[in-house]
């Protein structure tokens, strides 16, 4: 069981990155990477939101959903769970941590809309993850979307000193930068 929850773990950080190979949410991956303290928080954030949208999907999903035959229902019972999720952590940074609420900006709510956290709730489900193993799915997820967008930040950061061709300033540079990480991080693959 643990040895399961393992490979369950490394998979889903690594091998099968959510935004590296699965190319979900990307909006926040390529928004807040401009700097490292904040794509941390993002990604502090994110780890929350989806951990916690594993649990309460999954609850919801087993226990609601599939016990009065309302598994149609559960993209938009879904949905409406990781709103309220990601309206508890805009509340709690806008009052426990204003600097980095403010750093978010416009970025935070966008977690709401964030494919990546409906994928992971979803993918749960078709998989038929038990509560644990979809905790720990979200929870290596999160993690994998926060070691991606920190390091993409560090990336960033160090571009700024560098004399970049004029045509791959901005935006085109990132994008070869994140193709390359897709790449590296496929070698990651020979690790199960």
């Known amino acids: 069981m643990i040895r399961n929850l393992i490979v369950l773990s490394l998979g889903s950080a690594l091998i ?3 935004v590296l190979s699965q190319f979900l949410g990307l909006c926040p991956f390529l928004g807040v990477s401009k700097k490292v303290k904040t794509a941390l928080g993002m990604g502090t954030a994110v ?5 916690l949208a594993s649990i309460v999907t999954g609850i919801i999903y087993k226990g609601l959903l599939v016990t009065f035959d309302l598994t149609y229902l559960k993209t938009i019972v879904f ?7 990601v309206q508890f952590v805009e509340m ?8 980095l609420y403010s750093a978010l900006g416009v970025y935070l709510p966008l977690i709401t809309t964030n494919c990546a956290v409906l ?7 078709q998989k038929d993850y038990s509560l644990l193993e979809g905790t720990v799915n979200g929870f290596a997820t ?3 979307f926060t070691i991606a ?6 990336i960033r950061e160090k571009m700024q000193y560098n004399d970049i061709p004029k045509a791959f300033r901005g935006m085109p540079i990132v994008l070869v930068s994140a193709g390359l ?6 070698g990651f693959a020979g690790l199960l």
């Not at 780890?47 to 951990?51: G, H, N, Q, S």
């Not at 709690?92 to 941590?97: A, D, P, S, Y």
Request: proline residues 2%; charged residues 5%.
């Open 149 to 154: 967008i920190v390091i993409l930040a560090g």
């Open 92 to 99: 709690f940074l806008k009052r426990f941590i204003p600097s």
């Open 79 to 85: 949905i409406l769970v990781i709103a309220a999720l």
């Open 16 to 18: 099968n990155n959510v």
């Open 142 to 144: 999160s993690v994998g």
């Open 47 to 51: 780890i929350f939101v989806i951990t």
């Open 119 to 125: 994928g992971i709730a979803i993918t749960n489900v």
């Open 181 to 186: 990480m897709a790449i590296a991080f496929c």
